[in-house]
C-alpha cells in the first residue's frame, strides 16, 4: 500500500477503521523493527506506536502537503520515542532502598526487580510477583497475554507481531500454558 492511499484513508473521518487497518499494514513492521532497534521492548515499542497512531488520527488535518505524509509520520513516531525515553528516564529513578511507609506508596508502575527465591505472605501477592516475573523472563509472551486480556482480536495481535492467525493462536495457548506454570507455588497459600 502507498503512502498516498493511506493518507487518503485517514483524511475520511467516516472510514476511521479501514484507515486504522491501512496505517498498522503500512507503518507498524517498519515501525516496530525501528524502535526495538533503539533499544525499546515489545510492549514499549507497541504502545509508542499507539501514541503515533493517537496523535495521527487527531493532527492528519494540519498536515499542510500530502507528498510530507510519510516523513510526517515517521517525525511523529520519533517525537513519541523520545518522549517516551524522557518519561521512563524519570520513571527509573525511582530508589530501591525502601521502607514499609513507601512501600504502601507504590502504584505498580514502578520498574521493580522481583527477587527469586521469596517467601510469600498470600496467594494475591505472590501471584502479583510471579506475573512481575513471567513478564522479566518472557517478555514477548507477557505482551500477547496482555493485548488479549485488553480485548485486542487475535487477528489484530498477530498483524502486532508478524504472525500468522493460526500460529498467533498457538503462540498464545503456549503463554498461558507457561505462565500457569510461574503460579504453581502460589497455588497452596491462603488468600488474602
Known amino acids: ?36 532497534s533503539n533499544r525499546l521492548n515489545d510492549e514499549d515499542a507497541d504502545d509508542v506506536i499507539q501514541e503515533t497512531y493517537i496523535k495521527v488520527f ?12 510519510e516523513s510526517w509520520l515517521w517525525q511523529i513516531l520519533r517525537n513519541n520515542m523520545n518522549e517516551f525515553y524522557r518519561k521512563s528516564s524519570r520513571k527509573n529513578n525511582v530508589m530501591f532502598g525502601l521502607d514499609t511507609e513507601d512501600l504502601e506508596n507504590l502504584t505498580g508502575d514502578e520498574d521493580v526487580k522481583v527477587s527469586y527465591g521469596q517467601k510469600y505472605v498470600d496467594q494475591q501477592s505472590c501471584i502479583e510477583e510471579k506475573f512481575k516475573l513471567f513478564k522479566e523472563e518472557m517478555p514477548d509472551r507477557h505482551y500477547v497475554i496482555n493485548l488479549q486480556k485488553d480485548g485486542v482480536p487475535v487477528e489484530d495481535i498477530s498483524i502486532r507481531i508478524g504472525r500468522s492467525y493460526a500460529a498467533t493462536k498457538e503462540f498464545l495457548s503456549q503463554s498461558k500454558k507457561k505462565l500457569t506454570t510461574y503460579f504453581e507455588e502460589c497455588k497452596d497459600l491462603e488468600t488474602s
Open 58 to 69: 487527531e493532527k492528519i488535518d494540519t498536515l499542510k502537503d500530502d507528498s510530507k505524509f
Open 1 to 36: 500500500m502507498l503512502a498516498g492511499e493511506v493518507l487518503e484513508q485517514l483524511q475520511d473521518k467516516a472510514k476511521l477503521n479501514t484507515a486504522y487497518r491501512s496505517l498498522n499494514n503500512f507503518f507498524y513492521k517498519k515501525a516496530f523493527k525501528f524502535l526495538v
